[in-house]
């Protein structure tokens, strides 16, 4: 068995536009109880040729599900079109979103492809922000959650405290990120950073405001 069939569907190369990442997530063997799965959609039409170039199964709908990472409009934009083309079951956090079939609360299991992923819900980057864990691959879709913090001073949230310390429980691999290059080396290392570096920051942020902070 192979590992997880992910195909990056964007567009940072030759790309028209400004636009998230768009992964294309398929099962090993295109069998028919697998589910051919878009996390995000990005806005540029062109993802819609990419689509068609994709191996995506004979007899199997191209796309089946789309998994929403948050709302923002380089990630959704191209929602419609998607959705003429191949009416897939839309699921995300956000309960403002047009298309959407389901809202996710965080603590689901889908599948996507071949594997089961958890849906974990991550406000911080926008409060509707969620990712995506597979256990059995250690892979994370991430949206764009912040993962990378490297200096102090920055202001943060306590749910983005929270959410990076749910993503410090997991044993993690590789990180596909919302834009750029996914991460394939010291996940953990690197998240356990910056949660130090986000808590620091928080411990600050708060004695220069005279609160104390646990
Ligand atoms: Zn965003």
Redesign the pocket.
């Known amino acids: 068995m192979k590992g997880l069939i992910v195909v990056l569907l964007n567009l940072s190369s030759g790309r028209t536009m400004y636009t ?1 990442n768009a992964y294309l997530v398929l099962g090993n063997h295109n069998a028919l109880d697998d589910v051919n799965t878009l996390v995000d959609v990005g806005r540029d039409p062109l993802i819609m040729e990419r689509i068609y170039e994709a191996p995506t199964g004979v007899g199997k709908q191209r796309i089946e599900q789309v998994v929403l990472t ?1 709302s ?1 409009y ?2 959704a934009e191209a929602l419609p079109l998607i959705h003429e083309a191949f009416h897939p079951v839309v699921y995300a956090y956000s309960p403002s979103l047009e298309g959407v079939d389901h809202i996710l609360n965080g603590g689901e299991t889908l599948k996507l492809g071949d594997r089961m992923f958890e849906v974990i819900h991550t406000p911080g ?2 409060h509707d922000s969620i990712c995506l864990y597979c256990e059995e691959e250690r892979t994370l879709f991430a ?2 959650t912040t993962l990378i913090v490297q200096s102090l001073g920055g202001t943060y949230e306590e749910q983005y405290v929270h959410a990076l310390e749910k993503l410090c429980r997991k044993d993690i691999r590789s990180i596909y990120l ?1 834009h750029g290059e996914a991460l394939l080396k010291d996940c953990n290392k690197k998240l356990r950073n910056t949660l130090r570096v986000v808590k620091e920051s928080c411990r600050l942020v708060a004695s220069s405001s005279g609160r104390t902070v646990e």
């Open positions: 998230s948050h923002h380089d990630h980057h926008s949206g764009d919302g």
